[in-house]
């Protein structure tokens, strides 16, 4: 684990472009709605925000003609990512807006809801059949339940009541055993909403159980075999990620984000099939790491279709990608699918 966030600190530290996840906000809502809960989860997540990027264009695409030196490796991955929840009954205005799936302190789920994109409810969901422990308070007091509700049949706690002790750090938090052994933690970070009778009502409308797979909008070929998915991501922006680790030895990492393309690039040293692009490899002026390029790397290429993406890898992962032509043939490989969800499909393929 401290491997894996040496190496998301090193690649991080390159410059990359703005991306559509607020890597700040990431790590507060991180260190707010897990504190003491899932520091690892909420650690690797600001991880990822900050660190990928990316957009691809599938081969034979009008943006150019794409060559890979040998045939990709095919690899066949389960679905990544099956919601296990859902928000129901939202304040007017409010909507859900992405889903995340983390392995990385045990496998949970985090479910945003918000206004007009901005991440307002968390709702995180355990897969761990162990109560989960409350946060401390601000200032390092201990934590406890403060009251405790009713939710459809089901005994909830409030960690934080609303206009209550922590509540100028986190405007409420409630918990409840939604089915024996099986939690579920709701976070409110918008003040707005943050009124006893609100979140009661918005816990009570979150519908629990599978409805299949998450789509999302892009499809990458020739993903190395036998990786494990640590972190995943897809939200309404649209904008998705997947990171992806190599197990045992030589180990190593792998991901790929497709995010709307922001104005603002921070850092520019080449060109991609026409497009801006930065890559690691080439001279930049941005920060250095101590880390040789061939064994982190990092591609960015901005504005593919209205998108900008991001991908990097170290390690196993970058090694095994080198036959069929590195970053950039990965990037060839990713074929986005727009920002109709209807067209959506599994990620990896």
Same mark, same amino acid.
């Given at each position: 684990?401290?491997?894996?966030?040496?190496?998301l600190?090193?690649?991080a530290?390159?410059?990359?472009?703005?991306?559509?996840?607020?890597a700040?906000a990431a790590?507060?809502?991180g260190?707010?709605?897990?504190r003491?809960?899932?520091?690892a989860?909420g650690?690797?997540?600001?991880?990822l925000?900050a660190?990928?990027t990316?957009?691809?264009?599938?081969?034979g695409?009008?943006?150019?003609p794409?060559?890979?030196v040998?045939?990709?490796?095919?690899?066949?991955y389960?679905?990544?990512?099956?919601?296990p929840a859902a928000?129901?009954?939202?304040?007017?205005?409010?909507?859900?807006?992405?889903?995340t799936?983390s392995?990385?302190?045990g496998t949970?789920?985090t479910?945003?809801?918000?206004?007009?994109?901005?991440?307002a409810?968390d709702?995180?969901v355990?897969?761990?059949?162990?109560?989960?422990?409350?946060?401390?308070l601000?200032?390092?007091?201990?934590?406890?339940?403060?009251?405790?509700a009713?939710?459809?049949?089901h005994i909830?706690?409030?960690?934080?009541?609303?206009?209550?002790a922590g509540s100028?750090?986190?405007?409420?938090?409630?918990?409840?055993?939604?089915?024996?052994h099986?939690?579920?933690l709701?976070s409110?970070t918008d003040?707005a909403v943050a009124? &006893? #009778?609100? *979140?009661l009502r918005?816990?009570? $409308?979150?519908?629990f %159980?599978?409805? +299949?797979?998450?789509?999302? @909008?892009? /499809?990458?070929?020739?993903v190395?075999?036998?990786?494990?998915?640590?972190?995943?991501r897809?939200?309404?922006?649209p &904008? #998705?990620s *997947?990171?992806?680790t190599?197990? $045992?030895?030589?180990? %190593?990492?792998l +991901?790929i984000?497709?995010? @709307?393309? /922001?104005?603002?690039?921070t850092?520019?040293?080449?060109?991609i099939?026409g497009h801006?692009?930065?890559?690691?490899?080439?001279?930049?002026g941005?920060?250095k790491?101590?880390?040789?390029?061939?064994?982190?790397?990092?591609?960015?290429?901005y504005g593919? /279709?209205g998108?900008?993406?991001?991908?990097q890898a170290?390690?196993?992962?970058?090694r095994?990608?080198?036959?069929?032509?590195?970053?950039t043939?990965?990037?060839r490989?990713?074929?986005l699918?727009?920002d109709?969800?209807?067209?959506?499909t599994?990620?990896?393929?």
């Amino acid at each position: 684990m401290n491997d894996l966030k040496e190496r998301l600190a090193e690649i991080a530290a390159a410059p990359g472009p703005v991306t559509s996840v607020d890597a700040a906000a990431a790590i507060r809502r991180g260190r707010r709605i897990r504190r003491g809960r899932r520091a690892a989860a909420g650690t690797a997540l600001a991880g990822l925000a900050a660190a990928v990027t990316a957009v691809a264009v599938l081969p034979g695409s009008p943006d150019g003609p794409h060559r890979t030196v040998r045939p990709a490796e095919q690899a066949g991955y389960p679905a990544l990512l099956v919601p296990p929840a859902a928000f129901g009954w939202l304040p007017k205005g409010y909507a859900q807006i992405a889903v995340t799936r983390s392995e990385e302190d045990g496998t949970s789920y985090t479910v945003e809801a918000g206004r007009g994109g901005r991440p307002a409810l968390d709702l995180t969901v355990l897969e761990s059949r162990t109560e989960p422990p409350i946060a401390n308070l601000p200032g390092g007091k201990k934590g406890r339940w403060m009251k405790t509700a009713l939710i459809n049949g089901h005994i909830g706690h409030w960690t934080i009541v609303p206009g209550g002790a922590g509540s100028n750090q986190v405007p409420a938090e409630l918990r409840w055993e939604y089915q024996p052994h099986h939690w579920a933690l709701l976070s409110v970070t918008d003040p707005a909403v943050a009124q &006893e #009778a609100t *979140v009661l009502r918005i816990a009570k $409308g979150v519908t629990f %159980g599978s409805r +299949g797979p998450a789509a999302f @909008p892009f /499809r990458a070929r020739g993903v190395p075999s036998g990786l494990k998915p640590t972190q995943v991501r897809v939200g309404t922006g649209p &904008e #998705a990620s *997947v990171w992806l680790t190599s197990p $045992g030895t030589p180990g %190593g990492d792998l +991901g790929i984000e497709v995010a @709307p393309a /922001r104005r603002t690039r921070t850092l520019v040293n080449t060109k991609i099939d026409g497009h801006p692009a930065f890559d690691s490899r080439l001279p930049h002026g941005g920060p250095k790491t101590d880390r040789n390029p061939s064994e982190a790397q990092r591609l960015v290429v901005y504005g593919v /279709r209205g998108f900008d993406v991001t991908v990097q890898a170290t390690g196993g992962p970058l090694r095994r990608l080198q036959a069929s032509g590195g970053l950039t043939g990965l990037y060839r490989r990713v074929q986005l699918l727009g920002d109709e969800p209807v067209r959506w499909t599994a990620p990896l393929g």
